[in-house]
């Protein structure tokens, strides 16, 4: 079981990336899916979320920036975040969790750079 994620990396202030979060060993239909991110020095904060239902939620900083969403024909999550700003350089982390939240899965990380 493991989430496999890519798509970070340097980018100019007001460019965009999306991550990929590919999953293997389960399958992501049914289970809470989140972006959570790290820069140096300070806590993992929750970036996205989106419940098995549909719901989303999104922290304020990324609001009207970022979106998630999911493919469950590929099994995979996403981050489309849009007009990027150097303070969302960080370390960003998919997590999918099982409603039960038995079980709580997390990708190794990949790191965004936002930077002129």
């Known amino acids: 079981v493991q989430l496999v994620e890519s798509g970070g990396g340097l980018v100019q202030p007001g460019g965009s990336l999306r991550l990929s979060c590919v999953a293997s060993?389960?399958?992501?239909?049914?289970?809470?899916i989140r972006w959570y991110r790290q820069a140096p020095g300070n806590w993992r904060e929750l970036v996205a979320a989106?419940?098995?239902?549909?719901?989303?939620t999104y922290a304020d900083s990324v609001k009207g920036r970022f979106t998630i969403s999911r493919d469950n024909g590929k099994n995979t999550l996403y981050l489309q975040m849009n007009r990027l700003k150097p303070e969302d350089t960080a370390v960003y982390y998919c997590?999918?969790?099982?409603?039960?939240?038995?079980?709580?899965?997390w990708g190794q990380g990949t790191q965004v750079i936002v930077s002129s």
């Open positions: 997590n999918a969790l099982s409603p039960g939240m038995a079980l709580d899965y």
């Open positions: 060993g389960f399958t992501v239909t049914g289970y809470h």
């Open positions: 989106m419940s098995n239902e549909g719901a989303y």
